[in-house]
Protein backbone atom coordinates (compact mmCIF):
# COMPACT_ATOMS: atom_id res chain seq x y z
CA UNK A 1 0.00 0.00 0.00
CA UNK A 2 1.58 3.39 -0.42
CA UNK A 3 2.72 5.61 2.28
CA UNK A 4 4.10 9.28 3.32
CA UNK A 5 7.45 9.02 4.14
CA UNK A 6 9.24 11.65 6.29
CA UNK A 7 13.04 12.02 7.02
CA UNK A 8 14.66 12.04 9.22
CA UNK A 9 12.84 10.51 11.53
CA UNK A 10 14.70 12.09 14.35
CA UNK A 11 16.12 15.79 14.05
CA UNK A 12 17.97 17.26 16.99
CA UNK A 13 19.22 20.95 16.70
CA UNK A 14 20.26 24.03 18.64
CA UNK A 15 17.86 26.44 19.34
CA UNK A 16 18.08 29.48 16.46
CA UNK A 17 18.98 26.84 13.66
CA UNK A 18 16.80 26.42 10.90
CA UNK A 19 15.78 23.10 10.03
CA UNK A 20 13.98 21.60 7.11
CA UNK A 21 11.39 18.57 7.83
CA UNK A 22 10.75 16.94 4.77
CA UNK A 23 7.98 14.43 3.39
CA UNK A 24 6.95 12.26 0.62
CA UNK A 25 3.27 12.27 -0.18
CA UNK A 26 1.28 9.63 -1.79
CA UNK A 27 2.41 10.04 -5.73
CA UNK A 28 -1.21 10.79 -6.83
CA UNK A 29 -2.37 12.83 -4.20
CA UNK A 30 -2.98 16.59 -4.35
CA UNK A 31 -2.95 17.67 -0.57
CA UNK A 32 -0.66 18.17 1.92
CA UNK A 33 -0.73 18.93 5.36
CA UNK A 34 1.86 19.33 8.18
CA UNK A 35 0.48 18.20 12.14
CA UNK A 36 2.30 18.20 15.02
CA UNK A 37 2.34 16.53 18.68
CA UNK A 38 4.14 18.01 21.62
CA UNK A 39 4.82 15.10 24.26
CA UNK A 40 1.89 14.43 25.97
CA UNK A 41 -0.43 16.40 24.03
CA UNK A 42 -3.09 16.07 21.36
CA UNK A 43 -2.18 15.99 17.59
CA UNK A 44 -2.59 20.05 16.34
CA UNK A 45 -3.12 21.11 12.76
CA UNK A 46 -0.29 23.10 11.48
CA UNK A 47 -1.04 23.94 7.41
CA UNK A 48 -2.31 23.14 4.26
CA UNK A 49 -1.14 23.08 1.26
CA UNK A 50 -2.61 22.55 -2.24
CA UNK A 51 -2.09 23.64 -6.23
CA UNK A 52 1.63 24.95 -4.74
CA UNK A 53 0.04 27.53 -2.19
CA UNK A 54 -1.26 27.28 1.75
CA UNK A 55 -4.53 26.74 1.99
CA UNK A 56 -4.82 27.19 5.62
CA UNK A 57 -2.93 27.78 8.40
CA UNK A 58 -3.13 27.37 12.15
CA UNK A 59 -2.01 30.28 14.60
CA UNK A 60 1.60 27.62 15.94
CA UNK A 61 2.25 28.11 12.24
CA UNK A 62 3.44 31.89 12.45
CA UNK A 63 6.22 33.65 10.19
CA UNK A 64 8.71 31.16 11.81
CA UNK A 65 7.27 28.67 9.57
CA UNK A 66 7.30 27.85 5.78
CA UNK A 67 6.02 25.37 3.45
CA UNK A 68 7.48 24.57 0.06
CA UNK A 69 6.84 22.31 -2.81
CA UNK A 70 9.99 22.26 -4.47
CA UNK A 71 9.45 19.51 -7.12
CA UNK A 72 7.14 16.93 -7.89
CA UNK A 73 7.29 14.76 -4.81
CA UNK A 74 8.70 16.35 -1.51
CA UNK A 75 6.78 18.51 0.31
CA UNK A 76 8.76 19.97 3.40
CA UNK A 77 8.42 22.14 6.38
CA UNK A 78 11.02 24.91 6.97
CA UNK A 79 11.59 26.69 10.54
CA UNK A 80 13.65 29.77 10.18
CA UNK A 81 14.83 30.32 13.75
CA UNK A 82 14.14 27.24 16.07
CA UNK A 83 12.69 27.57 19.85
CA UNK A 84 12.47 24.95 22.71
CA UNK A 85 9.16 24.85 21.94
CA UNK A 86 9.31 23.63 18.38
CA UNK A 87 9.99 20.19 20.08
CA UNK A 88 7.98 17.81 18.53
CA UNK A 89 6.68 15.31 16.57
CA UNK A 90 6.09 16.54 13.35
CA UNK A 91 3.54 14.84 10.88
CA UNK A 92 3.09 15.36 7.42
CA UNK A 93 -0.10 13.78 5.57
CA UNK A 94 -1.95 14.15 2.18
CA UNK A 95 -4.92 12.99 0.89
CA UNK A 96 -5.97 13.06 -3.02
CA UNK A 97 -10.00 14.32 -2.90
CA UNK A 98 -11.33 17.21 -2.39
CA UNK A 99 -14.45 16.36 0.06
CA UNK A 100 -14.66 17.03 3.57
CA UNK A 101 -14.60 13.05 4.45
CA UNK A 102 -11.23 13.53 5.67
CA UNK A 103 -9.45 10.19 5.52
CA UNK A 104 -6.03 11.91 5.45
CA UNK A 105 -2.61 9.18 5.26
CA UNK A 106 -0.26 10.01 7.79
CA UNK A 107 3.56 9.96 7.74
CA UNK A 108 5.71 8.27 10.43
CA UNK A 109 6.95 11.49 11.54
CA UNK A 110 10.02 13.75 12.38
CA UNK A 111 10.68 13.97 16.27
CA UNK A 112 12.01 17.63 16.67
CA UNK A 113 14.55 18.27 19.49
CA UNK A 114 15.71 21.36 20.58
CA UNK A 115 18.34 21.74 22.94
CA UNK B 1 -9.54 25.11 24.43
CA UNK B 2 -10.54 21.16 23.79
CA UNK B 3 -13.04 20.65 21.49
CA UNK B 4 -12.19 17.20 21.25
CA UNK B 5 -12.10 15.16 24.60
CA UNK B 6 -11.13 11.54 25.35
CA UNK B 7 -10.96 11.57 29.32
CA UNK B 8 -9.51 8.32 29.65
CA UNK B 9 -6.17 8.36 28.80
CA UNK B 10 -5.52 4.64 29.05
CA UNK B 11 -7.43 1.20 28.76
CA UNK B 12 -6.71 -2.00 29.75
CA UNK B 13 -9.01 -5.03 28.40
CA UNK B 14 -8.52 -8.92 28.66
CA UNK B 15 -7.82 -10.37 25.04
CA UNK B 16 -11.70 -11.45 23.30
CA UNK B 17 -13.63 -8.99 25.12
CA UNK B 18 -15.08 -5.52 24.59
CA UNK B 19 -12.78 -2.16 23.71
CA UNK B 20 -14.73 1.01 24.40
CA UNK B 21 -13.16 4.05 24.00
CA UNK B 22 -15.08 7.05 24.15
CA UNK B 23 -14.82 10.71 23.05
CA UNK B 24 -17.02 14.29 24.09
CA UNK B 25 -17.01 16.93 22.01
CA UNK B 26 -18.00 20.58 22.06
CA UNK B 27 -18.93 22.35 18.90
CA UNK B 28 -21.75 21.71 17.61
CA UNK B 29 -20.59 22.44 13.97
CA UNK B 30 -18.48 19.09 13.63
CA UNK B 31 -20.36 17.34 11.12
CA UNK B 32 -17.48 14.68 10.80
CA UNK B 33 -15.81 12.04 12.91
CA UNK B 34 -12.86 10.08 12.55
CA UNK B 35 -10.81 7.34 14.95
CA UNK B 36 -7.01 7.20 13.95
CA UNK B 37 -4.86 4.42 15.79
CA UNK B 38 -1.40 5.08 16.26
CA UNK B 39 1.38 2.52 17.11
CA UNK B 40 4.60 3.41 18.57
CA UNK B 41 7.42 5.14 15.86
CA UNK B 42 4.40 5.30 13.18
CA UNK B 43 1.92 7.77 12.14
CA UNK B 44 -1.83 7.79 13.16
CA UNK B 45 -3.51 5.08 11.08
CA UNK B 46 -7.41 5.90 10.07
CA UNK B 47 -9.83 3.35 11.24
CA UNK B 48 -12.91 3.98 10.11
CA UNK B 49 -15.14 7.19 10.59
CA UNK B 50 -19.20 8.12 10.74
CA UNK B 51 -20.93 11.23 9.31
CA UNK B 52 -23.13 13.84 11.59
CA UNK B 53 -26.21 11.94 9.15
CA UNK B 54 -25.63 8.94 10.78
CA UNK B 55 -25.34 6.86 14.60
CA UNK B 56 -23.89 3.76 13.65
CA UNK B 57 -21.06 2.95 11.42
CA UNK B 58 -19.69 -1.17 11.37
CA UNK B 59 -16.46 -2.18 9.76
CA UNK B 60 -15.54 -5.72 10.98
CA UNK B 61 -14.66 -5.89 14.80
CA UNK B 62 -14.78 -1.93 15.01
CA UNK B 63 -17.98 -0.02 15.34
CA UNK B 64 -18.54 3.70 15.93
CA UNK B 65 -21.62 4.85 17.47
CA UNK B 66 -22.19 8.61 17.73
CA UNK B 67 -24.71 10.01 19.70
CA UNK B 68 -25.10 14.13 18.48
CA UNK B 69 -27.77 14.96 21.42
CA UNK B 70 -24.79 13.81 23.83
CA UNK B 71 -21.94 15.33 21.66
CA UNK B 72 -20.54 11.90 22.60
CA UNK B 73 -18.56 9.42 20.46
CA UNK B 74 -17.40 5.81 20.89
CA UNK B 75 -15.02 3.33 19.27
CA UNK B 76 -16.29 -0.57 20.20
CA UNK B 77 -14.00 -3.05 19.44
CA UNK B 78 -14.93 -6.92 19.31
CA UNK B 79 -13.53 -8.92 20.42
CA UNK B 80 -10.29 -7.21 21.28
CA UNK B 81 -6.98 -8.95 20.17
CA UNK B 82 -3.24 -7.95 21.59
CA UNK B 83 -2.56 -6.17 17.91
CA UNK B 84 -5.20 -3.49 18.71
CA UNK B 85 -2.89 -2.20 21.82
CA UNK B 86 -2.44 1.27 20.58
CA UNK B 87 -3.14 4.66 20.98
CA UNK B 88 -6.68 5.74 19.91
CA UNK B 89 -7.33 9.10 18.26
CA UNK B 90 -10.96 10.50 18.60
CA UNK B 91 -10.50 13.49 15.75
CA UNK B 92 -13.49 16.07 14.33
CA UNK B 93 -14.03 17.76 11.93
CA UNK B 94 -16.70 20.83 10.23
CA UNK B 95 -17.63 21.44 6.88
CA UNK B 96 -17.38 24.22 5.06
CA UNK B 97 -20.74 25.81 5.84
CA UNK B 98 -19.88 25.22 8.97
CA UNK B 99 -16.36 27.25 8.88
CA UNK B 100 -14.35 24.34 8.32
CA UNK B 101 -11.59 23.64 5.88
CA UNK B 102 -10.23 20.63 4.04
CA UNK B 103 -7.65 18.76 5.99
CA UNK B 104 -8.52 20.27 9.45
CA UNK B 105 -9.42 17.93 12.11
CA UNK B 106 -9.26 18.85 15.30
CA UNK B 107 -7.80 15.91 17.55
CA UNK B 108 -8.43 14.57 21.40
CA UNK B 109 -5.27 13.64 23.50
CA UNK B 110 -5.73 9.97 22.48
CA UNK B 111 -6.30 6.75 24.98
CA UNK B 112 -3.74 4.20 25.20
CA UNK B 113 -5.56 0.84 24.82
CA UNK B 114 -3.61 -2.29 26.15
CA UNK B 115 -5.04 -5.69 25.40
CA UNK B 116 -3.63 -8.78 27.73
CA UNK B 117 -3.47 -11.90 26.51
Known amino acids: EPEVTQTPSHQVTQMGQEVILRCVPI?????FYWYRQILGQKVEFLVSFYNNEISEKSEIFDDQFSVERPDGSNFTLKIRSTKLEDSAMYFC?????????????FGSGTQLSVL | DQQVKQNSPSLSVQEGRISILNCDYTNSMFDYFLWYKKYPAEGPTFLIS?????DKNEDGRFTVFLNKSAKHLSLHIVPSQPGDSAVYFC????????????????FGKGTKLSVKP
Open chain 1, 93 to 105: ASNSERTFNEKLF
Open chain 1, 27 to 31: SNHLY
Open chain 2, 91 to 106: AASAGPNYGGSQGNLI
Open chain 2, 50 to 54: ISSIK
